[in-house]
């Protein structure tokens, strides 16, 4: 399914610190597919100036198109309803349920917490179209409140991470399709090319090898319930810098940049000579040409992340992609991997055996 990566300005969103972070079976054999594997599902998808992925989708009958966010990070699917007062849905589309004559109303609302904003509103079910893939009744929430949304290119957040209690018995998109048989294999993945090539492209069903080199390297997830894995180390120059002694990694495709606890990142921006600019951190646009990769070393492989991609140059300046993300007391140390690792890796979210498959993307 074609994703877009599409992007409003990039200054906006620095401005107003929205840089996006929506964090929130039986064992098969998953075939390596060929390209036309005729059980693999495609869905372009845009990339939003290289800071999230989106791609569009289908409400109700007649269809309501919307675009929305896949998001790893989060689970439940929801868009703006017609009877949202917030600023942030007079920007975008509405869904409008008295147009489709599928639409099943609740009485049953519900509240969303991302880090970057939130949402509340009420439940309803219809049918849910992404690409062919079809889930019929399926649960969403319609918006009736929103906040920290209003700068972002997209209506609302398809989320493919595991079933939360988020909505009661909201069941999330992905296993929805599962349950109606829509998809082959219990398995989804993301290509994400740069905002230029703009061929990225969210995969349900089954793996193209036509998007990687190599083979894909396997890591349990380490806690099932999340796309969070173990990690064993940050390094520069064969120095590890962060995650000294092992930490976790989630990985995420609604989150922009590459974020950790305060003490790891503050030790990266110095080591790349990263100054303090607001909220971020700028470097010098003439260095980047001699600044080492980082390199993120999983389940004894590493993932290097080159200067090139962990800085980003905009109306002349040259932000890190390097964040700080809020911690919460005693919390062991954790990073989220966004965009800016997940457009150098080919990124497998195996559902069936709980685990995620990494391999460079072409």
């Known amino acids: 399914?074609?994703?877009?990566?599409?992007?409003?300005?990039?200054?906006?969103?620095?401005?107003?610190?929205?840089?996006?972070?929506?964090?929130?079976?039986?064992?098969?054999?998953?075939?390596q597919n060929a390209t036309n594997d005729q059980n693999i599902i495609y869905h372009p998808v845009r990339n939003y100036k290289d800071l999230v992925c989106i791609g569009s989708i289908n409400i109700g009958t007649p269809p309501q198109e919307f675009q929305v966010l896949f998001d790893t990070g989060s689970s439940s699917l929801w868009v703006p309803s017609i009877y949202c007062q917030s600023p942030s849905c007079y920007k975008?589309?509405?869904?409008?349920?008295?147009?489709?004559?599928?639409?099943?109303?609740?009485?049953?609302?519900?509240?969303?917490?991302?880090?970057?904003?939130?949402?509340?509103g009420y439940l309803g079910y219809d049918t849910v179209r992404i690409g062919k893939l079809v889930s019929v009744a399926q649960p969403f929430g319609l918006s009736l409140k929103e906040f920290g949304f209003e700068a972002l290119p997209f209506d609302g957040i398809l989320g493919l991470g595991y079933p939360r209690p988020t909505v009661v018995g909201a069941t999330p998109v992905f296993d929805n399709l599962r349950k109606q048989g829509v998809i082959s294999e219990p398995v989804f993945a993301f290509y994400l090319s740069s905002q230029q090539e703009n061929r990225s492209v969210v995969m349900f069903g089954g793996v193209d090898r036509a998007y990687y080199k190599g083979e894909l390297n396997w890591v349990p997830v380490s806690q099932v319930g999340v796309w969070l894995i173990n990690m064993?180390?940050?390094?520069?120059?064969?120095?590890?810098?962060?995650?000294?002694?092992?930490?976790q990694a989630l990985l995420d495709t609604g989150t922009?940049?590459?974020?950790?606890?305060?003490?790891?990142?503050?030790?990266?921006?110095?080591?790349?000579?990263a100054r303090p600019f607001g909220h971020e951190h700028l470097v010098s646009c003439q260095t980047i040409g001699t600044l080492p990769p980082v390199v993120f070393t999983i389940n004894g492989i590493d993932y290097p992340v080159p200067a090139?991609?962990?800085?980003?140059?905009?109306?002349?300046?040259?932000?890190?992609n390097f964040l700080v993300r809020r911690q919460r007391v005693n919390e062991s140390e954790t990073w989220i991997l966004g965009d800016v690792f997940l457009r150098l890796y080919f990124s497998v979210f195996d559902r069936g055996n709980n685990r995620i498959g990494l391999a460079p993307a072409v």
């Open 256 to 273: 922009s940049l590459l974020l950790g606890p305060r003490g790891p990142v503050s030790k990266i921006q110095n080591l790349i000579h």
């Open 92 to 120: 975008h589309k509405s869904f409008i349920p008295q147009n489709s004559s599928t639409f099943q109303a609740t009485n049953q609302i519900f509240n969303i917490k991302y880090s970057s904003g939130m949402i509340n």
């Open 232 to 247: 064993d180390s940050i390094s520069v120059n064969r120095t590890v810098v962060a995650c000294k002694r092992g930490c």
């Open 308 to 320: 090139q991609a962990y800085i980003q140059s905009l109306s002349g300046r040259c932000f890190s």
């Open 1 to 31: 399914i074609p994703l877009t990566q599409m992007k409003t300005m990039r200054e906006t969103l620095r401005e107003r610190n929205l840089l996006t972070d929506f964090s929130e079976e039986h064992p098969y054999s998953l075939s």
